[in-house]
């Protein structure tokens, strides 16, 4: 079993910056690859950004430029920098872990960007 735990979620104005983090135990090891994902109400859960075991990223458009996410294989730990926030990235953000097997989700932080 992975265990995810997430934090650094909270209100922040528009323009502001926040970073979450993703903090992994258990069974980690192998090749696996981590992801924050967003959900919004009343809307699907959607992907933010990606990244691999060796540090390869992909991000959706609507946070490209935008969004770091990056990873600390020693601590277990990946992260996501978000910068120039907008209302519409206000949503409950997903920590997923995943192997060749399955995936793991974090329990989900909030991020409200408001003014």
């Known amino acids: 079993q992975v265990q995810l735990v997430e934090s650094g979620g909270g209100l922040v104005q528009p323009g502001g910056s926040l970073r979450l983090s993703c903090a992994a135990s258990?069974?980690?090891?192998?090749?696996?690859?981590m992801a924050w994902y967003r959900q919004a109400p009343g809307k699907q859960r959607d992907i933010v950004a990606r990244?691999?075991?060796?540090?390869?990223?992909n991000y959706a458009d609507s946070v490209q430029g935008r969004f770091t996410i990056s990873r600390d294989n020693a601590k277990n730990t990946v992260y996501l920098q978000m910068d120039s926030l907008k209302p519409e990235d206000t949503a409950v953000y997903y920590c997923?872990?995943?192997?060749?097997?399955?995936?793991?989700w974090g329990q989900g932080t909030q991020v409200t960007v408001s003014s």
């Open positions: 997923k872990y995943s192997n060749i097997v399955k995936d793991y």
């Open positions: 990244i691999g075991r060796t540090g390869s990223t």
């Open positions: 258990g069974s980690i090891g192998g090749i696996y690859t």
